[in-house]
């Protein structure tokens, strides 16, 4: 389907709004491979300078020599950014030669609105999920909201477990914390439903929900996704105006209380990895923060799921250091990383997240690790950068399917050794 088609189309023109309207008609992204220094400051430059939008990592001030870069380049900027890139003789590769055309084919459900679990669904839908999942499994969910977000939407917390009067222990797990990774809140959605559907005949599962309590927050940033369906697919950050600059938001895992602000996180309000103008200056940080800290004894593991990259981290991001518990949540990991890779082969990398992608503080997961959870997790999602953010309503599934395996194992683990 071409985009002009797109545009006279009813059903996509009227679904999609003006989202679609937006012209990303010859946008591209590229990938990049700083080889130098030099190379460095020159993608630096590219992103303080011309209008690009940093896919991976999330902004300029993370680029390293080695490290593939992702951007997303605007048609109009794409002879001016190629110009300089021939120029520095740095690799480049077309990832996605036509955002639009990405844009399109990561949704093939979208003539309904109705809810499902192999589509992206928006907040209204998700909201109204929220209601009836819980009305209609009433043994093994209740639901509760948090608080509500700066724009004033409830963030609902769902309790996933067999009913039994004595106190469990719990797990949190959390999705949507950015608002443009859209295969987070599927995940969190599949996570509810495969656990109440599969409760009574997968024997695992049965076991888990026995004797614990899954926590799920499926949209942590309600604001940012909303904004990511109405008005721009690649927000990333929450909603919130910032005093003295007209830039938009604040980098939720960047906003926590984990060596705030020190290193991978920017002051500056237009930056995609602003840390906030305090810690947890957002009030969806400090909601989650709020919530974790008081039912700190009980939670034995924090679980927060973004995409892309095909990881699994766990503590420290804010330093170099290695947690008291590394080699125990080293073993986990690649534990849950072969459980996840046996399904469809699915290539995982495990490991500290300031060693194995990038040191960024302020994380929610370094935090809940400080305040005691040990068993702190963030899983980026599928894929490596084919599609990114844009990943297909297909992945849907096996991407689910697949992580499954990997938060099971991960639970099993914190049963079995309280
Ligand atoms: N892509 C995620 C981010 O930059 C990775 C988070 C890893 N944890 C952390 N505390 N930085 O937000
Ligand atoms: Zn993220």
Request: hydrophobic share 35%; proline share 4%; with cysteine.
């Amino acid at each position: 389907i071409s985009y002009l088609n797109s545009c006279v189309n009813p059903i996509l023109y009227g679904f999609v709004g003006h989202n679609f309207r937006k012209n990303l008609l010859r946008d591209k992204v590229l990938r990049l491979t700083p080889g130098s220094e030099e190379h460095v400051t020159i993608i630096r430059e590219i992103g303080e300078k011309i209008k690009v939008d940093f896919w991976r990592p999330d902004s300029p001030d993370l680029v390293t020599i080695g490290k593939t870069v992702d951007i997303h380049v605007p048609a109009a900027q794409l002879d001016m950014v190629f110009t300089i890139l021939h120029q520095s003789g740095m690799e480049v590769k077309v990832m996605l030669e036509n955002l639009q055309e990405a844009m399109e084919a990561q949704m093939d459900q979208r003539a309904t609105k109705a809810h499902g679990y192999t589509k992206y669904n928006d907040w209204a839908t998700i909201n109204d999920w929220v209601s009836s999942i819980t009305a209609a499994n009433a043994d093994l969910i209740s639901s509760q909201v948090i608080g509500n977000t700066y724009e004033g939407r409830p963030m609902h917390v769902l309790t996933v477990g067999k009913k039994t009067g004595s106190a469990k222990q719990a797990i949190f797990m959390d999705c949507g914390f950015h608002a443009r990774e859209w295969i987070s809140p599927a995940f969190c959605q599949w996570f509810v439903n495969e656990a109440v559907t599969t409760y009574g005949t997968d024997s695992e599962m049965t076991t888990l929900l026995d004797n614990m309590d899954f926590f799920v927050l499926p949209v942590f940033n309600v604001d940012g996704y909303e904004h990511s369906w109405t008005n721009d697919r690649m927000w990333r950050k929450t909603r919130s105006k910032n005093s003295g600059s007209n830039c938009i938001g604040t980098d939720p895992n960047r906003n926590f209380d984990a060596g705030w602000c020190t290193i991978g996180a920017s002051s500056n309000p237009c930056s995609e990895t602003y840390c906030g103008s305090s810690i947890e200056s957002e009030i969806e940080s400090k909601n989650l923060a709020n919530f974790i800290r008081t039912n700190k004894a009980i939670i034995k593991a924090y679980l927060t799921v973004h995409s892309y990259s095909q990881l699994l981290l766990f503590p420290y991001s804010y330093t170099y250091d290695h947690t008291p518990d590394h080699s125990e949540l080293l073993s986990v990991s690649r534990g849950a990383v072969s459980a996840l890779t046996s399904l469809h082969g699915t290539r995982y990398t495990s490991g500290p997240g300031a060693a194995t992608i990038y040191p960024a503080a302020g994380g929610s997961d370094d935090w809940a690790y400080d305040l005691g959870i040990k068993y702190s997790y963030t899983f980026e999602l599928r894929d490596e950068g084919f599609y990114g953010f844009l990943l297909p309503e297909s992945q849907i599934q096996p991407t689910c399917e697949e992580t499954m395996l990997a938060v099971k194992y991960i639970a099993t683990h914190v049963l079995n050794n309280p």
